[in-house]
């Protein structure tokens, strides 16, 4: 059996052995500093790219209500009706195709008179006069990719007739088939970095070197010329001719030519 270090010993051996701890953190801090400073120190350029592509709209959808109210039911059904196969015939004038449109099922509401003593009636939760009121009402909307239907028949002027109310949306023009070309905006886009950076360092003696660091900035749809410089992205649904754009941002690596 060995005999047990003296306390002096122990004490030196374990003073030795915090020292040797303590000088791997240090140098592995500096080692961690060095490394940052070098990354640091390293010439870098970063770059937007901008590439815009002028397209139009290939979906198209406008909604709309048709309704009545008063106090005869049999009348009320039959000018709803009657409102609903005007509206048909005004679609087919303007060309769209009755698998484009869909008309919903008549809505009927019933509204009971008020008590007689309230005051500041909601006639939207009770009829306006001392007999049931009742409300027919029949929504439709018409989505295809015939964009020009769709813009004829938002410029047709609609006159109901008796106590019918025809009420249309504005017409919505979405851009929903783009995958491709948003492909092709962002090759152009990183192009137009890099081409950017090598104007920046034009006469420097330095040259762009690799790619460090890429990411997708705004990316825009706007009405044809009314594109705006923004942070935020934004898709335009009001216009048919549309303007594509897409930013990014690149960090390059500046090297010796």
């Known amino acids: 059996m060995s005999n047990p270090l003296p306390a002096s010993q122990r004490i030196a051996f374990l003073l030795l052995g915090v020292s040797l701890a303590f000088g791997f953190i240090v140098g592995a801090e500096k080692i961690s500093r060095a490394v940052a400073q ?6 870098e350029v970063t770059v937007k790219g901008v590439a815009t592509q002028d397209m139009r709209a290939d979906e198209a959808e406008i909604s709309g209500t048709i309704s009545w109210r008063g106090t005869d039911r049999t009348a009320g059904r039959a000018a709803v009706e009657a409102a609903r196969e005007k509206i048909r015939t ?5 060309g769209v195709k009755e698998s484009d449109e869909e008309f919903n099922p008549v809505v009927v509401l019933r509204y009971d008179p008020a008590h007689p003593s309230a005051t500041n009636v909601d006639y939207s939760k009770y009829a306006r006069g001392k007999e049931p009121d009742f409300l027919f009402q029949v929504n439709f909307g018409v989505r295809t990719g015939d964009i020009d239907v769709v813009a004829k028949f938002s410029r ?5 007739d008796g106590d019918v109310e025809i009420h249309r949306s504005s017409p919505v023009y979405r851009t929903v088939r783009f995958d491709a070309s948003k492909k092709e905006l ?3 886009a990183g192009r137009d970095a890099r081409r950017r950076a090598e104007t920046m360092l034009l006469g420097s003696g330095s040259k762009v070197g690799p790619l460090i660091e890429a990411s997708q900035g705004m990316f825009q749809i706007a009405a044809k010329g009314r594109l705006v410089d923004s942070d935020y992205g934004s898709v335009d649904t009001s216009a048919i001719d549309k303007t594509m754009r897409v930013v990014v941002t690149m960090r390059f690596e500046i090297v010796p030519e």
């Open 38 to 43: 070098i990354r640091k120190s390293s010439p």
């Open 90 to 94: 005004l679609l087919r004038q303007a």
């Open 156 to 160: 047709i002027e609609v006159v109901p």
């Open 186 to 188: 962002l090759e152009a």
